[in-house]
């Protein structure tokens, strides 16, 4: 059965430009438009889609608005279309923060200069969010924690359920002390996932963290930030010759690649020019490998949701020198592709859920 998707933008043009590369595909059929978040609503109720794309400024009521409305009545995972600019990056987080699960760029041309590239990666994403569905994660989806929170507005209250989360019996021998660095990975579902684990780490981590998120140039600093006030550790996006400090976290800037490298004791970050045909900008196999070759056995790397196998060939050369591995489990993940090729290579030394990862990640170390 082909995933039905609701298209709502107040664009006669985008909406037909856009139905046409979705039915393209026999796996999916556009049951439906709507023309700005009111009709969204009434659109999403009655026919019931299984994936809804929506754009952010649209009058009578705006995408987040919509966004909101829909999570309340009738749960359904949503795709969203975002400028590529500082102004496009906030609204984007905060129609994550409504719910949406991902995010494309609406001028396609951001995405590929080929318009077969551009309807492979629309449809690849719609479909995989269609025969998903919403996580089964409740602080994702039922609850609908705030994604982005001051450190003002994080009280003990919210600090001691993130104590309180149940941790899974440890798979593997305690290896605590031995670590000098942790790196996540992670894409599709990364930016909540991110906001679930290291609000549960506290100031006074003792490591470094190295982040990949496959995001734009335009969003990884402002993402950073919105971090950075949420968290008890210091976020920031990674700059090169950044020196790597304990309570840390630094995210890899969009449309580069970062490095670990080393120079006697002190470890530093080294940001160079993606290459062409490197697919993912930045790309988790890259800083996996340099750590990998960096530090053998001396890490412990977590890939969690997100599309694909990028991490899997990093993974491979941090375990083959002795590194730790975890991958978020398939319930709790918006995809569950990159943890999905770690698992099944057998590389993983935990699976955890996605309200695991932080707390046992603070006891870990």
């Known amino acids: 059965m082909a995933v039905r998707v609701l298209a709502v933008d107040d664009s006669g043009f985008f909406l037909r430009r856009l139905t046409e590369m979705l039915n393209g595909d026999p796996r999916i059929e556009v049951v439906g438009t709507a023309v700005d978040g009111r009709d969204a609503i009434r659109k999403t109720q009655e026919l019931k889609p299984d994936v809804i794309t929506m754009d952010i400024e649209m009058p009578v009521m705006d995408g987040i608005s919509a966004v909101r409305r829909i999570m309340s009545i009738q749960p359904t995972p949503v795709l969203m279309f975002s400028s590529l600019t500082h102004e496009g990056a906030q609204a984007t987080f905060e129609a994550l923060e409504a719910g949406a699960l991902d995010y494309l760029p609406k001028n396609f041309d951001d995405i590929s200069n080929n318009r077969d590239e551009v309807a492979k990666v629309l449809r690849s994403r719609v479909w995989m969010l ?73 100031r006074e981590f003792p490591l470094p963290l190295v982040i990949v998120q496959h995001m734009p140039a335009s969003f990884t600093d402002a993402f950073a930030k919105r971090l950075d006030q949420m968290c008890a550790i210091h976020v920031k996006e990674a700059s090169d010759g950044d020196v790597l400090e304990a309570g840390t976290a630094l995210l890899a800037p969009g449309g580069k690649q970062m490095l670990v490298t080393s120079r006697g004791d002190q470890l530093k970050i080294k940001i160079q020019d993606s290459e062409p045909g490197q697919n993912y900008k930045p790309c988790v196999d890259i800083t996996f490998t340099s750590i990998a070759e960096t530090l053998p056995g001396k890490s412990l790397s977590i890939v969690m949701t997100g599309m694909g196998a990028d991490g899997a060939q990093g993974a491979k050369l941090l375990k083959q020198g002795g590194g730790d591995i975890w991958v978020q489990d398939e319930d709790s993940c918006v995809i569950y592709g990159m943890p999905m090729a770690i698992a099944k290579e057998g590389l993983a030394d935990q699976e955890l859920s996605l309200a695991d990862i932080g707390p046992q990640l603070a006891e870990s170390v």
């Open 130 to 202: 269609g025969i998903r569905g919403l996580p089964k994660k409740p602080s994702l989806v039922k609850e609908k924690k705030p994604l982005f929170k001051t450190k003002s507005s994080t009280d003990s209250s919210t600090k001691a359920s993130s104590k309180k989360a149940t941790v899974r019996p440890v798979s593997v021998a305690s290896r605590k002390g031995s670590y000098r660095l942790v790196a996540i990975g992670t894409s599709t579902g990364g930016p909540v996932a991110l906001q679930e684990v290291l609000t549960a780490l506290p």
